[in-house]
């Protein structure tokens, strides 16, 4: 949606412009997606952090389908083994979870919500967005909105806890 070259203060600007000009049920997708976009970028960040490569990321955060995919990854990564809901705080993800499940019946047609509404859903919503975003740069020194290096070669296995043995890596070979 809002590419990282953009930036935050301009993504913001669009979802207040969407509100402004009386499309607040747009502006709710698109600030539910913006939330959704930053935590996936820090994600993406975090494995890469761990050793993996740039494009293994991607296929790790591929198979991280929704918000709650998100959340179980998020665990596996991090560093200092903390939930995301430890790290954003479970009020700004009990927020991200209602709303994401109004903008799925937003989006699939299953409900249809009063402007008003979504236009108060969507102004609290962008508080949450600054906090989240904070939150992530205070723990992590990032939060989706820097473009960071790509990692060509692996990390991984730099201290490992097995052996691999050149016979048996000669007969995987062989098969």
């Known amino acids: 949606?809002?590419?990282?070259?953009?930036?935050?203060?301009?993504?913001?600007?669009?979802?207040?412009?969407l509100i402004r000009d009386g499309y607040c049920s747009e502006a709710l997708v698109t600030a539910v997606f913006t939330a959704e976009k930053m935590l996936r970028r820090t994600l993406r960040q975090i494995i890469v952090s761990a050793g993996f490569t740039s494009k293994s990321a991607e296929q790790l955060m591929g198979l991280a389908r929704g918000l709650m995919a998100l959340k179980e990854q998020w665990l596996?990564?991090?560093?200092?083994?903390?939930?995301?809901?430890?790290?954003?705080?479970?009020?700004?993800?009990q927020q991200i979870c209602?709303?994401?499940?109004?903008?799925?019946?937003?989006?699939?047609?299953i409900r249809v919500y009063e402007s008003d509404y979504c236009k108060e859903q969507a102004e609290k919503f962008m508080f949450t967005l600054d906090v989240v975003k904070q939150k992530l740069e205070e723990t992590y020194g990032y939060s989706g909105w820097e473009r960071l290096a790509a990692r060509r070669k692996s990390k991984l296995h730099?201290?490992?806890?097995?052996?691999?043995?050149d016979s048996a890596l000669i007969a995987h070979n062989e098969r």
Do not use: C, F
């Open 98 to 109: 209602t709303l994401v499940k109004m903008r799925n019946k937003l989006i699939h047609g």
């Open 158 to 165: 730099v201290d490992p806890k097995i052996k691999i043995m």
């Open 76 to 93: 596996i990564y991090e560093p200092h083994h903390r939930t995301l809901v430890e790290v954003i705080g479970n009020q700004e993800w």
């Open 1 to 17: 949606m809002y590419p990282v070259t953009l930036g935050y203060d301009e993504a913001k600007k669009r979802i207040e412009s």
